[in-house]
């Protein structure tokens, strides 16, 4: 059992509170990938062969919810520093409904990875609450390359696979939700 089986939420949770509050709302992935616009991925080139394999699980996991693959552009980008930008590009363009940052940050014997695994998560978070439009972390954060690998491996354990799911999950809650500022 890992952690995240001891914490996962239980499968009865949400509607439970639904049913306790005036109004509780969460996205389906399966409903945004029939109805979704235009998704962007944004991928790192540097661990290139990891960032590969997160893109075709991510594209797996579009085709499997019904996206079309004619409405994915993707930006590849040297490494993870830059995927706050691109995704910026993306997010304000006002025509794309997700954005889904791919790429591996593999701690080395340098300080690389601390200034480069921390900055790029905020910048990405930065994006996604000053545009109102959701940017997905599938970045891996790893201590070495076969933890990046086992990550992003053919299943549906691939992180790049649960990003688009939770892209689209965060598309089709966000389209449920009162509409406000950001």
């Known amino acids: 059992m890992t952690s995240s089986d001891r914490t996962a939420l239980r499968p009865d949770a949400v509607a439970g509170v639904g049913t ?3 109004a509780s709302h969460e996205g389906s992935a399966a409903r945004a990938g029939r109805a979704v616009g235009r998704l962007a991925l944004v991928c790192a080139k540097f661990n290139g062969g990891i960032t590969e394999r997160l893109v075709d699980g991510a594209l797996r996991a579009l085709a499997e919810a019904g996206v079309d693959p004619k409405s994915v552009e993707v930006a590849w980008v040297p490494g993870a520093f ?3 930008l691109a995704a910026a590009r ?3 363009s006002g025509s794309t409904e997700a954005v889904i940052a ?3 940050v593999i701690r080395g014997e340098t300080a690389h990875f601390d200034y480069v695994a921390g900055p ?3 910048g990405l978070q930065r994006v996604a609450v000053d545009t109102g439009v959701p940017v997905v972390f599938g970045v891996l954060t790893t201590e070495d390359v ?3 690998l086992a990550r992003a491996g053919e299943g549906a354990d691939n992180k790049g696979y649960e990003a688009a799911l939770t892209a689209l999950e ?3 809650l966000l389209a449920g939700m009162p509409a406000g500022r950001c």
């Open 90 to 92: 993306f997010a304000r």
């Open 170 to 172: 965060m598309v089709d």
């Open 146 to 148: 076969d933890q990046a």
């Open 20 to 22: 306790r509050v005036g």
């Open 82 to 84: 830059e995927l706050p």
């Open 120 to 122: 790029c998560a905020e």
């Open 102 to 104: 791919l790429g591996a």
